[in-house]
């Protein structure tokens, strides 16, 4: 199963060389001790940064407290000469051009500051760019970032939905399958700077200009390395899968590799400073570039060769898109003191990485050494739906980025991690029910009958999906808290015990290995969050506490369901079968969720889960307005 995940963030500064201090970036708000706290639409906090010619000796004028509202953020620039990269200043500023905003000088020196606020250059008086420390703001801006992260997830997800329904019309499940056989291997490859820089760059206290330098090249390098490896590698992948197409496939989808190296530093930056909606619009343009390429040559009858020319052209316009929002331009490649850290670091996050890479990809190497291209792309198929949860995963960063500016205050950071448990459980348990009831019919209706063996074998992945939610999040105590060994260990227990599920279920063939799926991740959950929590005394109690309800409640409504629409097919009729399943979606659908919500509610006692979706909604949206801080999200 193809396993990645990159993240998103929020907004802009700038440096005008001539003129103020200004700030920028449609929602991006510094805060005290340097986290930008951002929103689209209205400003949270104002302030003003000082004593910026010390730092910043090209600066004829210093800040003198204006904030503004900011049309657009459209580019970020996070390093000056000399100086490091920090992502607030000292006081609490808006991030936001007015039009109106007042400047000195006469109009034209007005309209060149408007026109020229497109950079950003977040400095404070001491040069640092380190998290902010007291966690003001931190859990607003966690859940505007993972607003912008979701909506772009799952405009992601219709744009994807809508290529798999015609790419499954113009190719065959082989040509699927044939290209499954390469990124299996290769996404691990290409996630190698991905999975761990960017972890460490979010982590680390304090970054700069050369420091961030070093890290560039050094991931570059190992991309140049590891693109040519992976490419002549090709024949022994054939000899594997006994399929000599394999090799030229190879070779083409090892240019991703290189391609997306040299945008894992900017992109880390970006988060650094909280940019969620640039990497977001940036990764929902980058797969439109992507689904756009593979369709028009699938047309063209290029086969599955135009599956590997839009994976070619999703890093391509990623990377050109994260410099073009983030200005910055590498130094020479130096020695620099605190990158062996960094790299420890990052090293210890993708070893983990890989574990978990392996586990969840075991699964496609089995299924195409064992039996064949064809079976391989009805499972590809099946576990791309399982994936849904893959939304949920995009998240990761986003808390990784908030939580991490917890961790000094215990009783806030249990409260906003028990908090996303709670959110995560009733929004996956009940998804992961309702997909394993219509998932056949939803495969039927997007792929067409010739999927029909895909739908079958989701079925069995259904039951996983709501608790995959919650095992992921275990990921985000390990990081948040700078504990990447014990996240390491971990995944070797995870790997062992999967992998070995895995062999033995595969006699069962490709149904076999899906039920193993739901069966590991409900062995492991309780297991893993014991463990993540054990640095940080959070037991194992508070976490059932807060997600019992929720499994139950899916239970109960799911196998109702089940019960009442059981004979339904009979009793739904169309000419289309396209119609009939449509149908069949739609009343199940209903039914499941009023049943649901009605046995969450009586379980809770009280409608607060509803009311804390709702208050967790309006916060991501954008462009929409903040509710009133409660004590489950509010930080300051």
Known sequence: MDWCGPADRHDCHRVSKHHHLVSSGPGCQPAQDGVFHGRAGDELHRGRVSDAESELDHLPHRSNGHSGRLESCKHFTPFDEGTAFQAGTSGKSSCRTNRKRNAHGPPAAKRQIR??????????????????????????????????????QAAGLAIQVIATVALARLLTPADFGLVTMVTTVSLLLVNFGLNGLTEAVLQRERIDHSLASSLFWINVGAGLLLTIGFAAAGSLMAQFYDNPMVAQITVGISLTILITSTSVLHRALLMRAMCFSQVSANDFVARIASVAVSVLLALAGWGYWALVAGAIAEPVSQSIGVWAFCRWVPGLPRRVAGTGSMVRFAIQVYGRFSLNYFTRNTDNLLVGWYFNAQSLGYYKKAYDLFALAAV?????TVAVSALSRLRGDSIRYQQHLLTALSVA????????????LV???????????????????????????????????????????????????????????????????????????????????????????????????????????????????????????????????AFIVASDPFEAAAARIA???????LLYVSAVTILHRSLAPLFLVARLVREMVPWGRPSKPSPAIATN
């Open 587 to 593: 009343v199940i659908s209903v039914s499941f969720g």
């Open 425 to 436: 459980a009733f929004v996956g348990m009940g998804l992961g029910a309702d997909l394993t």
């Open 115 to 152: 026109e020229e606020v497109v950079f950003l250059k977040p400095f404070d008086t001491s040069g640092t760019f380190r998290p902010d420390s007291d966690g003001v703001g931190v859990g607003r801006l966690a859940v505007r970032g993972a607003g912008a992260t979701m909506v772009a």
């Open 392 to 396: 949920a995963q995009s998240l990761t």
């Open 439 to 569: 998932g056949k019919d939803v495969v039927q209706m997007l792929l067409g009958p010739q999927w029909e063996p895909a739908g079958r074998i989701f079925t069995f992945f259904g039951p996983g999906i709501g608790v995959m939610f919650l095992y992921g999040t275990h990921g985000w105590i390990h990081l948040s808290i700078g504990r990447p060994d014990r996240w390491f260990r971990w995944g070797v227990l995870e790997f062992i015990a999967t992998g070995v599920m895995f062999v033995l279920a595969l006699r069962w063939g490709p149904v076999g290995i899906a039920t193993t799926w739901s069966l590991s991740l409900w062995m492991l959950t309780i297991p893993a969050l014991w463990y993540a929590g054990r640095p940080i005394q959070l037991g194992i109690a508070p976490v059932i506490a807060v997600v019992w309800k929720y499994v139950l409640a899916s239970l109960l409504a799911g196998g109702t369901t089940g019960l009442i629409v059981g004979e339904l097919p």
